[in-house]
């Protein structure tokens, strides 16, 4: 789960499909396993700001999310996010956060019987 501070200049977030694609190679590749399993949290805003939304260039970093899932047969992207309450303008409340660690859970059960 990354990607909000990608979000806050367009140059940073549309760079972000490329820089999120990079650290998955690394990580397969350190870990010898081309095809390890990768759940997304999909970021979402609060609109707890003054201009309604915390995430400027939230919507350019969600596309290259959905990008890179369908882009990548072991990927997976938890979308359940964007109806989760905010304990402040950047944090689930209590129960985001245990509905987010289930929904990690089965995404990640379904890519390993894949």
Avoid: C
């Avoid at 490329?18 to 350190?30: E, F, H, P, S, Y």
């Avoid at 970021?43 to 350019?60: E, L, R």
């Avoid at 996010?81 to 944090?91: A, G, N, P, Q, R």
């Amino acid at each position: 789960m990354q990607g909000e501070s990608d979000a806050n200049t367009y140059e940073i977030a549309n760079l972000y499909f490329g820089n999120l694609k990079r650290l998955i190679d690394l990580m397969r590749a350190a870990l010898l396993k081309d095809d390890l399993p990768v759940v997304i949290g999909r970021i979402s805003d609060s609109g707890n700001d003054a201009d309604g939304k915390v995430w400027d260039y939230g919507t350019v970093v969600r596309w290259q999310q959905a990008k890179f899932v369908n882009q990548d047969t072991k990927a997976a992207l938890i979308t359940s996010t964007d109806s989760y309450s905010y304990s402040d303008k950047w944090h689930y409340d209590t129960s985001g956060y245990i509905d987010f660690g289930k929904q990690f859970a089965i995404e990640m059960e379904r890519l390993l019987k894949e």
